[in-house]
């Protein structure tokens, strides 16, 4: 026998709501704007983990917490222009319909259950520069913005662009630098994490490229550079008593083992003590005459400099 939920005193609506899985949490919002309220006023723990655009395809990842905190389930959303969204849950798929909704009303909508924003918005590609006004439209805000290996350099410079004073990290996976549009323009971003990556095209850098990082953390992989460049970097950094230099933490991946002999030739410098979770690794520490620090660690392929001071 059917039960009229909404007929239910509010204690037994709003446990009904709690017990409710996210499709049909969402299918009850859709019904009328008191369902909606109800809906949003049982405090559900959800957070919009990632939207990745697509051509103008959007996929929206959904993860709802227990009481704890924890993950309790993640559920997929495809949303296209038209009145209806895919939900993909394990190898299922539900449509949720809506007549009159656009894609911006179903972005707009799931969105309204979380804080309003995406943590990670990827832009894997878009019909048209253009398009980028839509999708800050529909997430004008969110914590780290990647761009994809497939994305142009005026793609990748317009979303930059857009975006920069929103956003506390960038993720550029495209490698399309040259000298018209010469990857200091990237490193001289002023962000907390700047990540610039892709195998296929490693970043050709210098030690010029080096002393203009401007992000708190960068992270560069991987990273053509020579020991030569690396020791004159080091070297330009020892002379640099009193000069302002903003980066806490610079690491480099490459495809080829560094020889640190090379990095630290004619630079005085000291042994670190070798991290215990990591044997093989070897630690160097620069002194300036200012009193700031500089520790080198070197894994494999990895070499880390951390600016203390």
């Avoid at 909606?36 to 983990?49: F, G, Q």
């Avoid at 939900?87 to 309003?116: C, M, P, V």
Wanted: net charge neutral.
């Amino acid at each position: 026998m059917p039960i009229r939920l909404l007929s239910l005193p509010i204690a037994d609506i709003r446990y009904a709501i709690r017990s409710m899985d996210i499709d049909d949490l969402i299918a009850f919002s859709l019904c009328s704007k008191r369902t909606k309220d109800l809906v949003k006023s049982s405090n559900r723990k959800t957070e919009a983990y990632c939207a990745e655009i697509d051509e103008n395809m959007i996929r929206l990842e959904l993860y709802v917490f227990d009481l704890d905190y924890r993950v309790e389930k993640q559920f997929e959303f495809v949303v296209r222009e038209g009145s209806s969204i895919e939900l993909q849950r394990g190898n299922g798929i539900e449509i949720l319909t809506k007549e009159g909704y656009t894609q911006s009303d179903w972005i707009a909508h799931l969105l309204s259950f979380t804080d309003s924003r995406v943590l990670d918005l990827k832009i894997t590609n878009v019909p048209s520069i253009a398009y980028l006004d839509t999708v800050k439209q529909l997430f004008p805000k969110c914590p780290t913005l990647q761009i994809g290996r497939n994305c142009s350099i005026e793609l990748t410079k317009a979303a930059v662009s857009k975006y920069l004073s929103d956003v506390e990290g960038i993720y550029i996976g495209s490698n399309q630098f040259n000298e018209e549009n010469h990857i200091s323009q990237f490193l001289n971003l002023n962000l907390k994490y700047l990540h610039l990556g892709n195998w296929q095209t490693p970043c050709r850098l210098d030690s010029n490229d080096l002393l203009l990082a401007n992000s708190a953390y960068l992270t560069i992989s991987s990273a053509n550079i020579t020991e030569k460049a690396l020791n004159r970097f080091l070297k330009l950094w020892m002379k640099g008593n009193h000069r302002f230099y903003r980066p806490e933490q610079i690491e480099l991946q490459f495809r080829n083992e560094i020889n640190c002999e090379e990095v630290l030739r004619g630079i005085k410098h000291e042994d670190a003590n070798k991290d215990e979770l990591y044997p093989y690794q070897q630690k160097s520490r620069l002194k300036r005459a200012d009193g700031k620090e500089l520790l080198m660690s070197a894994l494999s392929r990895i070499v880390n400099f951390e600016f203390r001071g």
